[in-house]
């Protein structure tokens, strides 16, 4: 279960550090761009993205098939967008794509509970005592989404001071579980735990998966303890850059999760 989920998040991050997947891919050769133009194509079942008419192969030797064709077409876009070489972190949404149909499609379930696990101890729940205006950040930030748990999901969660663990009710972690489990679809999946591991937050991912917030909402609210420090005393060229990096990555998988309801 566990290669599984290293898998979901080496193969679509590679490095969850921009800076080390940049130093990482220098130390490979980037192989030459070997195809003239990338289409999205019509299969049965649902839609394959063609490289000179030849379609797309995961590295598991499985074909590309996506349900919808824009979902296909984000995949599309990003080999299109490859220059003379094809640059790998600059195509998230290949990457977690080759990920579910090779890993998660295997055994989705694997993936539905590491996301049960970090809502048992969510970003969301872990309050600062002070100083008051970083209090308030959080409540603002966070509480309509912990309402929306509660009311929405009927998941009542309590909150804690500090990073003492504070063990949350069962009840409210099977009612999240029988959530994911309404719909728990391999890519679905796959886009809602890159979303929990890149802020920390099942309970953030899955109100955007709902549609209560979006994404660049999310991202602020999973960076409100971060953003607060940058307030006060500066903000680290390399963490920002690493930042930048994450929230691409955040981004890329809410574009498949919303590109795979379009028709």
């Keep these: 279960m566990r290669d599984i989920l290293n898998?979901?998040?080496?193969?679509?991050?590679?490095?969850?550090?921009?800076?080390?997947?940049?130093?990482?891919?220098?130390?490979?050769?980037?192989?030459?761009?070997?195809?003239?133009?990338?289409?999205?194509?019509?299969?049965?079942?649902?839609?394959?993205?063609?490289?000179?008419?030849?379609?797309?192969?995961?590295?598991?030797?499985?074909?590309?098939?996506?349900?919808?064709?824009?979902?296909?077409?984000?995949?599309?876009?990003?080999?299109?967008?490859?220059?003379?070489?094809?640059?790998?972190?600059?195509?998230?949404?290949?990457?977690?794509?080759?990920?579910?149909?090779?890993?998660?499609?295997?055994?989705?379930?694997?993936?539905?509970?590491?996301?049960?696990?970090?809502?048992?101890?969510?970003?969301?729940c872990y309050r600062a005592a002070g100083p008051e205006r970083l209090v308030a950040l959080q409540s603002e930030a966070w509480d309509p989404v912990l309402d929306w748990a509660r009311n929405g999901l009927g998941a009542r969660l309590y909150l804690a001071e500090g990073v003492i663990h504070v063990e949350q009710p069962r009840e409210a972690i099977a009612a999240i579980g029988v959530h994911l489990r309404m719909a728990a679809e391999p890519f679905r999946l796959a886009c809602l735990h890159v979303m929990t591991t890149l802020t920390g937050s099942a309970l953030l991912a899955l109100a955007v998966d709902a549609g209560e917030i979006n994404v660049e909402q999310a991202w602020k609210a999973a960076h409100v303890d971060e953003d607060w420090t940058i307030e006060h005393w500066g903000e680290d060229a390399e963490a920002a850059a690493a930042r930048r990096g994450r929230q691409r990555d955040m981004v890329a998988a809410h574009a498949l999760l919303t590109a795979l309801r379009q028709d």
């Design 7 to 124: 898998d979901l998040e080496s193969s679509f991050l590679s490095d969850p550090d921009p800076m080390k997947r940049a130093q990482r891919q220098m130390r490979q050769p980037r192989p030459k761009r070997f195809y003239k133009e990338a289409r999205v194509g019509q299969a049965e079942g649902g839609f394959t993205v063609h490289l000179d008419g030849k379609p797309i192969l995961t590295p598991g030797r499985a074909v590309v098939l996506l349900a919808t064709e824009p979902a296909a077409g984000l995949v599309a876009e990003e080999f299109e967008r490859q220059q003379d070489e094809i640059d790998p972190p600059t195509m998230p949404v290949t990457r977690l794509v080759n990920t579910t149909i090779d890993g998660v499609a295997r055994e989705p379930d694997a993936v539905l509970e590491d996301i049960l696990r970090y809502a048992s101890s969510d970003l969301l």
